[in-house]
């Protein structure tokens, strides 16, 4: 077998038991872990917590999940008896200073509230798991992988923070973990694993959840990625009919909407519009737009609804290659947009430095999938900070 130091990548492959060991004896070294997942915590941001703090909790170890603003029982989660912690509560989270901050599907440091990241700073060791091309809020050691491994490579390491941007999802990845330890999960734990894995490969259109029928299809394009279908298979063979019919319906939002929420994803085919050379498609929902007020905003749903319909413009319209949707988020602008061909981060990077001195990329590292913003609640200012960026054609024209 080859072995090799480089900082290399793969697609959730086979966590050397090397690593794996590490990372355990890590753990168990500490009396007091707390899992911390990203802003606006998502179903494979939470499943990787859970699934992480089953594990520890079963270790004898003191555990807490931290998550920010979403409740588990909004995400679906199977268990909301875990010792969770909302994040915006200041004054409950610093009741503990952790001996590791464990960190899972963060991201870059701009997804993570100001006092988290005042709270991981305090603990003595920070470590984690991530699938994202930011790792900068962990510190010192830390791997990145960036390219597939051979068939006769491992990678020789014991790192901290241990990120595989090429893995579909954070679940992937604790599912490996736990396979080079050797541990056989029970079908709850695979329910979680499978459940954050669905959530995100569904984002990219490489599963299609029914909720209606309580189904759930690998599309072609995940046949075609040999790990992440290994993961999805190894998995799903672990649960039932009703696990699965549980997570396709929580993962197809849109097959349960009720009338006010069907209505405005209806509307959102007559709000778009196209840049003059017709590469982006964009939709703006002012922060006085009446259907998104009575909906609450930016939450799950009118984000499953405004992510669907990116996908839906994207699929139907050769032409196009990006989709950028814009609207009010807790007092600032945001936009979440998915690209084809080009490289959303690339995008990014050529309006910060080009157009917007003052936009801020919180994309999560997904290279056609992820979101941005600007600080400000003036409706007049993101009118002009859109028009800026839809000016930018020539980046489409290289």
Not at 69 to 84: H, T
Not at 241 to 270: G, W
Not at 340 to 365: A, C, M, R, W
């Amino acid at each position: 077998m080859k072995i090799t130091n480089a900082i290399t990548s793969f697609k959730a492959n086979k966590m050397s038991t090397m690593q794996a060991n590490y990372v355990d004896k890590k753990l168990k070294e500490a009396k007091n872990v707390d899992i911390i997942t990203h802003d606006m915590t998502d179903r494979d941001g939470a499943n990787s917590a859970l699934a992480m703090w089953e594990y520890l909790n079963n270790q004898g170890i003191n555990a807490r999940v931290i998550i920010s603003k979403k409740v588990p029982q909004a995400l679906g989660l199977r268990n909301y008896d875990c010792n969770i912690v909302q994040a915006l509560d200041k004054k409950e989270v610093d009741k503990i200073t952790p001996d590791i901050a464990f960190c899972v599907d963060f991201g870059g440091s701009e997804r993570v509230l100001e006092n988290i990241k005042e709270h991981i700073e305090k603990a003595p060791l920070v470590m984690g798991f991530d699938h994202h091309s930011e790792v900068d809020i962990s510190r010192g050691n830390y791997v990145q992988f960036r390219r597939p491994l051979l068939d006769d490579e491992q990678v020789f390491t014991k790192a901290d923070f241990y990120s595989d941007m090429s893995a579909k999802s954070a679940t992937s990845i604790i599912y490996r973990f736990f396979e080079a330890l050797g541990k056989d999960i029970d079908s709850n734990q695979a329910y979680d694993l499978f459940f954050g894995l669905v959530d995100d490969v569904t984002k990219r259109n490489l599963v299609k959840c029914d909720g209606t029928n309580g189904t759930i299809i690998a599309q072609s394009a995940l046949y075609e990625d040999k790990n992440a279908f290994e993961i999805y298979t190894k998995l799903r063979e672990k649960l039932n009919d009703e696990q699965i019919k549980t997570i396709a319906k929580s993962v197809d939002i849109i097959s349960s909407l009720n009338p006010a929420q069907q209505e405005f994803k209806d509307s959102l085919k007559d709000r778009l519009q196209y840049s003059d050379n017709g590469k982006i498609a964009y939709i703006e929902i002012p922060a006085d737009d009446s259907e998104w007020k009575s909906l609450d905003g930016d939450n799950t749903i009118t984000s499953t609804i405004l992510n669907r319909f990116r996908q839906e413009t994207l699929a139907k319209n050769d032409e196009v290659e990006a989709v950028i949707c814009f609207y009010e988020a807790h007092g600032n602008y945001r936009l979440s947009a998915h690209t084809k061909n080009p490289n959303l981060l690339d995008f990014y990077k050529y309006v910060e430095e080009n157009k917007i001195p003052n936009f801020t990329q919180n994309s999560g590292g997904h290279p056609t999938r992820g979101g941005g913003g600007i600080k400000t609640n003036d409706p007049n200012v993101c009118h002009n900070w859109v028009q800026n960026i839809i000016s930018c054609d020539e980046f489409f024209e290289k």
